[in-house]
């Protein structure tokens, strides 16, 4: 066995990675880019190196530069995680010459299925079954055109070489096929530098349904069962689940042997996953292989009791697989969580900013959370914005999803937007509760899962308003105990006055909406009143910032996070974002869509849609902004003109710059 490795990734798959390590005696080797100088699997590994400045092309994906960090701490091995340098041939072929072990599969299996084409050859001939369509060689539009007409409408075109939802274009009908074709090949050339395409019969409601599949060095290969990820955005996986719902237990013994004999065709090694999709009827077809340890392994680890990382390094090491494929057996049922900072409502669009609140649910048996983020840390605009993988656990299907739901409650998360409220609706949502799946489950479930947005609920507002008078006794308890005279009345914030109670408004925006609320002080309690209503309320400071509210005859106990002027308010698993209004400071906004638009997060201006002097309508695309692997389209809040760009095509912007000045009529 190894005693050194390194981890050539971040995030929470490097902290996983060294969880495993460290409970099995290997040391490991953290490398890192300047961003993440003090991140979470830098504290963790016993060494780390650093790679380069924040982009991942000038650290992270540089193989010379973790080959020479090997040499210089003396790691035998390298695990690669998933994405960056994990799928890559030539740094698997690069680490074998060096005398370097690479925890994943030989070059050549990586090189076999990297080409979509290429690997549903293969399949072909160890007869795993195939979505019908066409891969051959022949890329003569004619000849593509007569394919699709014989597969038979609507069929998928799809980049050979493509991947995370780039180069695919569906088509209704015969006609639409030579554009579409078109504008495919156009798209794949410019993402993965190869036109190559091929067709295939599109599936209607599909399930995303993979196998989990091992391979030592000694011939032996078993499959882990099966992980249901149909719950997609953007062609990316937000919820799985192990096993899926309503597998019978036949075609999970077909499709596990189909893994197997995809494994065994190309000689794997290792982890690696086989991904189906799947007809509501049951039947089958191969999609692709991902040569890699999944993002979601957590929810096989929880079914069958093993570390699959552990597997990796024996398997890597030349030992053979921990168990037999009848030694194998499913317990229970796991769902996973990706909890990410970003912005459902506006299209999942990635969020950065301090992690000032980060309170994860307790862990137990039934309770997992897998993360690379520590409260204070910093989700950056310069890799993937996961802030954790919330792993559950029960006996039954129902009693995993009653978990999720508590666990998601319990999750606090201040200072950036994240994707928990949206989670939480989905695990709630009846077609998943039902397990009425297919990957267009959030677009056929939008109106429950994008509800109009609503009003912060009244007692969300009490518990503000009493965290703001919480935090001020507080506040004046430790400035009496730092002054020359604690007891002086002076410092009291009980409201006292000779004759009339003390009264005063506390306000905050909702939004657009301005909010006061009238407080009268009495004795220790308050009285305050929100739009005419009146309550009664007491409060008591917990630990932290937690606290318990009285408001009349009902107790609660709250969080109330300040950042600036920005609250947010968890209160029995929802959470609340207000801002603390000071009249002191309130100035007229005036027209809201004068003045210029702004960066939502740090990029790259990629394009200019329109011309200065151009008068648009609302929702006309203006510009491009390139920022964390994703393309975001910045368009008019409303009728107007555009004055002027601030930024040329190729600059860089800083998060909050203004964009563009823009009149509205």
């Not at 960056?84 to 072929?93: G, R, V």
């Not at 006055?497 to 006061?516: K, Q």
């Not at 968890?570 to 002191?584: A, E, I, K, N, V």
Request: aromatic share 6%; hydrophobic share 45%; net charge negative.
């Amino acid at each position: 066995m190894f005693t050194k490795i390194l981890i050539a990734n971040r995030g929470e798959i490097a902290c996983r990675v060294i969880k495993t390590a460290r409970r099995m005696g290997i040391r490991t080797v953290a490398v890192y880019s300047e961003a993440d100088a003090n991140a979470r699997h830098v504290r963790l590994a016993d060494e780390a190196v650093l790679l380069g400045p924040a982009a991942a092309r000038e650290s992270y994906l540089v193989a010379e530069r973790i080959i020479e960090a090997c040499k210089r701490t003396g790691a035998q091995a390298v695990h690669p995680g998933y994405g960056f340098l994990s799928e890559n041939e030539d740094f698997a072929e690069a680490l074998a010459a060096n005398g370097i072990a690479f925890i994943g599969p030989p070059a050549a299996a990586i090189r076999a299925m990297g080409s979509k084409s290429e690997a549903k050859k293969l399949m072909g001939a160890a007869s795993v079954p195939l979505t019908p369509g066409y891969h051959g060689d022949d890329q003569t539009p004619a000849l593509l055109h007569r394919e699709a007409d014989a597969i038979g409408y609507p069929v998928l075109i799809k980049a050979a070489a493509g991947g995370g939802g780039k180069g695919m274009r569906l088509v209704e009908q015969s006609a639409d096929f030579p554009d579409a074709l078109a504008s495919c090949k156009r798209e794949a050339i410019s993402s993965f530098g190869d036109d190559h395409v091929l067709i295939e019969k599109y599936i209607t409601r599909p399930r995303h349904v993979e196998i989990q599949v091992f391979a030592d060095t000694l011939g032996n290969c078993v499959y882990l069962f099966e992980r249901d990820c149909s719950v997609q955005r953007r062609h990316q996986k937000v919820l799985e689940e192990a096993p899926a719902p309503g597998m019978p237990e036949e075609r999970r013994r077909q499709m596990g042997e189909a893994a197997v004999a995809a494994a065994q065709a190309v000689g794997y090694v290792g982890a690696g996953t086989v991904e189906f999709i799947a007809n509501q009827d049951g039947t089958f077809y191969f999609m692709e292989m991902n040569t890699r340890l999944q993002v979601e392994h957590p929810v096989t680890e929880m079914i069958t009791g093993q570390d699959l990382v552990e597997w990796q390094l024996r398997v890597a090491a030349g030992e053979p697989l921990p168990l037999r494929q009848e030694q194998l057996q499913i317990r229970g049922h796991a769902l996973e969580a990706r909890i990410y900072a970003e912005d459902a409502s506006k299209g999942f669009l990635p969020a950065t900013g301090r992690l000032v609140r980060l309170a994860p649910p307790a862990e137990s048996l039934n309770v997992r959370v897998d993360t690379g983020v520590e409260e204070g840390d910093e989700i950056t605009p310069f890799y993937d914005p996961m802030i954790a993988k919330l792993i559950v656990w029960d006996e039954t299907r129902d009693g995993a999803l009653a978990r999720m739901r508590q666990a998601l409650a319990d999750y606090q998360v201040a200072g950036l937007t994240t994707n928990i409220d949206f989670l939480s609706r989905l695990v709630a949502c009846p077609a998943f509760a039902g397990a009425d799946l297919d990957t267009g489950l959030i677009e056929r479930q939008k109106d429950f899962l994008f509800p109009a947005a609503q009003p912060v609920p009244r007692d969300a507002l009490l518990v503000a308003t009493v965290g703001e008078l919480l935090w001020e006794q507080h506040q004046a308890k430790l400035a009496a105990r730092a002054s020359g005279d604690p007891w002086s009345p002076w410092h009291a914030r009980d409201g006292w006055r000779m004759n009339l109670s003390a009264a005063r408004t506390i306000s905050f925006r909702d939004g657009e909406t301005l909010v006061d609320a009238q407080v009268r002080y009495q004795r220790d309690q308050w009285r305050i009143t929100i739009a005419g209503q009146s309550t009664l309320a007491r409060g008591r400071k917990l630990e932290g910032d937690r606290f318990a509210v009285e408001l009349d005859d009902r107790r609660l106990i709250a969080s109330v996070v300040a950042v600036d002027d920005k609250r947010s308010v968890f209160l029995q698993g929802s959470t609340y974002s207000l801002l603390r209004d000071d009249p002191l400071h309130r100035v007229d906004a005036g027209d809201s869509h004068g003045g210029g638009l702004t960066a939502p997060m740090p990029g790259k201006v990629v394009a200019l849609l329109a011309q200065p002097g151009q008068k648009v309508d609302k929702g006309t695309p203006l510009l491009i902004l390139e920022a964390m692997k994703m393309e975001h389209t910045i368009t008019a809040p409303a009728a107007g003109t555009v004055k002027a760009f601030c930024y040329a095509a190729g600059e860089q912007v800083a998060d909050g710059a203004a964009l563009v000045e823009f009149e509205g009529e």
